[in-house]
T-cell receptor, first 111, second 113 residues
Framework: DTAVSQTPKYLVTQMGNDKSIKCEQN?????MYWYKQDSKKFLKIMFS???????INETVPNRFSPKSPDKAHLNLHINSLELGDSAVYFC??????????FGSGTRLTVV | AQSVTQLGSHVSVSEGALVLLRCNYS??????LFWYVQYPNQGLQLLLK??????LVKGINGFEAEFKKSETSFHLTKPSAHMSDAAEYFC???????????FGTGTSLTVIP
C-alpha cells in the first residue's frame, strides 16, 4: 500500500498545454509538498501545504497552481507548459519535523 | 533560514575505499538533518536521519553520519565503497517546528572498479 502516490508517472505533452499531476498520501500527515528536480538533479521546493493551508510558496511562475482539496491530497496544475518545465516532480508529505515520505516522482517532458 | 551546503558535486572513489560525502548546515537553531540516496531513474530513499538523539547515526547499506555542532557538519561516510553505491546523494534539513524541508544540491558518487 503506497504511502505517497503520484499520478501519472510519466507525462509527455506539447508546449502550451495545461496539465495536472495528482498526489495522495494515506499516512495521515498534516503537511504536503511539491518539489521540482531539474536536469542537474537539483531538488527545489515549490510549495508546502499544512492542513490545506499554503505555507511555502517559493519563487515559482504563477502558471503553477497547487490545489489541496483536503489534507490527504495536493495536486499541481500547470498552465501553458514551456520547455523549461520539463523535469521530475516529487510530491512529499510530513508529520512534524522528522518524518518525511516521498512519492516516486512524475517525469514531465514538454516537447 | 535553514540551508545545507554539499561540498563537491561529484566524488569518485575506488571500490573498497572510504566514502566521504560532505554536508554543512546553517541554522539559527539545531536542525534535524537527513541523507537521501537516489539511484538512476528512481525516487528518493532515506539513508539516515539525525533528530537530536545520538550524534553518530547509522543508516542502511553500511552508511553512517556524525552530527558535529561545533563544525555545523553532518558528513556521510561508508568504510568500503561498493559498485552498487554509485548514485546521487542529498543532504537535507528540516526546521524543528516542522513544515519546511530543504535539500542540498546533491553529490554524484562514482565508484571505480
Amino acid at each position: 500500500d503506497t504511502a505517497v502516490s503520484q499520478t501519472p508517472k510519466y507525462l509527455v505533452t506539447q508546449m502550451g498545454n495545461d496539465k495536472s499531476i495528482k498526489c495522495e498520501q494515506n499516512l495521515g500527515h498534516d503537511t504536503m509538498y511539491w518539489y521540482k528536480q531539474d536536469s542537474k538533479k537539483f531538488l527545489k521546493i515549490m510549495f508546502s501545504y499544512n492542513n490545506k493551508e499554503l505555507i511555502i510558496n517559493e519563487t515559482v511562475p504563477n502558471r503553477f497552481s497547487p490545489k489541496s482539496p483536503d489534507k490527504a491530497h495536493l495536486n499541481l496544475h500547470i498552465n501553458s507548459l514551456e520547455l523549461g518545465d520539463s523535469a521530475v516532480y516529487f510530491c512529499a508529505s510530513s508529520q512534524g519535523a522528522t518524518t518525511f515520505n516521498f512519492g516516486s516522482g512524475t517525469r514531465l517532458t514538454v516537447v | 533560514a535553514q540551508s545545507v551546503t554539499q561540498l563537491g558535486s561529484h566524488v569518485s572513489v575506488s571500490e573498497g575505499a572510504l566514502v566521504l560525502l560532505r554536508c554543512n548546515y546553517s541554522s539559527s537553531v539545531p536542525p534535524y538533518l537527513f541523507w537521501y540516496v537516489q539511484y538512476p531513474n528512481q525516487g528518493l530513499q532515506l539513508l539516515l536521519k539525525y533528530t537530536s538523539a545520538a550524534t553518530l547515526v547509522k543508516g542502511i547499506n553500511g552508511f553512517e553520519a556524525e552530527f558535529k555542532k561545533s563544525e555545523t557538519s553532518f558528513h556521510l561516510t561508508k568504510p568500503s565503497a561498493h559498485m552498487s553505491d554509485a548514485a546521487e546523494y542529498f543532504c537535507a534539513v528540516s526546521k524543528p517546528t516542522g513544515n519546511q524541508f530543504y535539500f542540498g544540491t546533491g553529490t554524484s558518487l562514482t565508484v571505480i572498479p
